[in-house]
């Protein structure tokens, strides 16, 4: 199995954990997330308070695709970077532009508005819409940095 394989797999699971996650949001489920102060919500069939984002997904399902973008585009830069022997070029078009082989990425991860993940050709940064910003990982739960950051 390919590298590129693996990676588009990655992605995949994270699109389905979101969907999956804003399946069970009206289902009546409830989400792992404790409520911070004005984290908006929905209510559920049974009335139970489900944290969500300005897209209407939930945090948990957003913060962990975060994570596992990040770890997709990682997991991109160290194959990039093991086949070329130096890190790639600044941006997104090494990891989702057309080659022999096919894109490492088919699309870059995109956190709808809420957080973005760049490359600036020496560090990976996850820049929460609101938060702070993770620089070289997804961040920290504590204090809350990058997709843990994000609200």
Known sequence: MSLA???VSVLVLAVLAVGVAVGLRGAGTTGGDALAP?????????GSATPTTAPGIPLGALRASCVAG?????TALDYYTSLNGMAP??????????SPSGPLLQSWPSGHGT???????????VAPAHGTAASGSAGTE???TGCYAVH
Do not use: H, K, M, Q
């Not at 004005?38 to 049974?46: F, K, L």
């Not at 990040?70 to 990682?74: G, I, K, L, Q």
């Not at 957080?115 to 940064?125: F, M, R």
């Open 89 to 98: 070029p600044a941006g997104t078009a090494w990891a989702t532009a057309a």
């Open 5 to 7: 394989v693996v990676v």
């Open 70 to 74: 990040v770890r997709a585009v990682r």
């Open 115 to 125: 957080y973005t993940i760049s490359w600036n050709g020496a560090v990976l940064v």
């Open 38 to 46: 004005g984290t908006p919500t929905t209510t559920a069939a049974r």
């Open 142 to 144: 504590s204090p809350p």
